[in-house]
Nanobody, 112 residues
Framework: QVQLVESGGGLVQPGGSLRLSCAASGFTFSNYPMTWYRQAPGKERELVAGISKSGGSTTYADSVKGRFTISRDNAKNTVNLQMNSLKPEDTAVYYC?????WGQGTQVTVSS
């Protein structure tokens, strides 16, 4: 069955960095675009970044452009989100998404 398992979340100070990873299994990873979403308390889930099947095309929310980088490794069935210059407003649960399936999420907290 399809599984998406996120890791790498945690507590970081403003201006710090984190790298999230999503390990995928149960499907042909290279056949699907992948996306990171996030949901802050009391807010709707929002798209953070997306990447095409080959990794050749990416898209970002305006709020994270220039700070976050999405990448994928089709040989390892992983999609990553490098997050730099983190701000308190980046605090949220981050989810990995393949069309039709969600991971369980990983908490990112940016606070001093």
């Amino acid at each position: 069955q399809v599984q998406l398992v996120e890791s790498g979340g945690g507590l970081v100070q403003p201006g710090g960095s984190l790298r999230l990873s999503c390990a995928a299994s149960g499907f042909t990873f290279s056949n699907y675009p992948m996306t990171w979403y996030r949901q802050a308390p009391g807010k709707e889930r929002e798209l953070v970044a997306g990447i095409s099947k080959s990794g050749g095309s990416t898209t970002y929310a305006d709020s994270v452009k220039g700070r976050f980088t999405i990448s994928r490794d089709n040989a390892k069935n992983t999609v990553n989100l490098q997050m730099n210059s983190l701000k308190p407003e980046d605090t949220a649960v981050y989810y990995c998404y393949r069309p039709g399936y969600w991971g369980q999420g990983t908490q990112v907290t940016v606070s001093s």
